[in-house]
């Protein structure tokens, strides 16, 4: 039994190292990104020939299309089969 409990402790471990370094990678794609999201909704925001609800609708899609990917990406990272 104590084999075990150690055994399922490293594999937990093991798990962790791996989720952690999926998001240091991650980390600088994330960042610049959502760089990319601001200045994207602060244009949208200051064009005044559009109305709340199209800069809502219109914040609301890129911010799937900019952030997409990353979520992708961590949903298919590492999930065991």
Known sequence: MKQL?????RIT????E???GTLNQQHQDVERRITQLDN??????NNSALSKDEKTAI???K?????KPVSYCLMETNIPS
């Not at 471990?13 to 962790?16: A, C, E, Q, Y």
């Not at 994207?40 to 925001?45: H, L």
Request: charged content about 40%.
């Open 40 to 45: 994207e909704i602060r244009k949208v925001n």
């Open 63 to 67: 911010h799937k299309t900019v952030l």
């Open 5 to 9: 409990i150690e055994e399922l402790r």
């Open 13 to 16: 471990l093991l798990w962790d």
């Open 59 to 61: 914040t609301r899609e």
């Open 18 to 20: 791996l989720w952690l």
